[in-house]
């Protein structure tokens, strides 16, 4: 699959769920679900394939990728 035009949104499954998407890149991603964009806590895997947090920036997203978001998250 390549990646979309820069105008059309991308249908992505994120965290099981058919969402159309903006974002081009890992990165954009977060801006768009408005998770932190420093990624502090958060690890993004793709296609059952963790992308490293060095690589968000440059990740492009593709048409039907599967996409889960991990947030780590304190408590006792």
């Given at each position: 699959?390549?990646?979309?035009?820069?105008?059309?949104?991308?249908?992505?499954?994120?965290?099981?769920e058919e969402k159309e998407i903006k974002a081009r890149t890992a990165?954009?991603?977060?801006?768009?679900?408005?998770?932190?964009?420093?990624?502090?806590?958060?690890?993004?895997?793709?296609?059952?394939?963790v992308v490293p947090k060095s690589r968000w920036r440059e990740h492009?997203?593709?048409?039907?990728?599967?996409?889960?978001?991990?947030?780590?998250?304190?408590?006792?």
């Amino acid at each position: 699959m390549s990646p979309q035009s820069p105008h059309s949104p991308t249908r992505l499954i994120i965290g099981g769920e058919e969402k159309e998407i903006k974002a081009r890149t890992a990165n954009d991603l977060l801006a768009e679900l408005r998770l932190p964009e420093d990624g502090r806590g958060i690890a993004i895997a793709i296609n059952d394939s963790v992308v490293p947090k060095s690589r968000w920036r440059e990740h492009a997203l593709m048409e039907g990728d599967r996409i889960e978001i991990v947030r780590a998250t304190q408590g006792g």
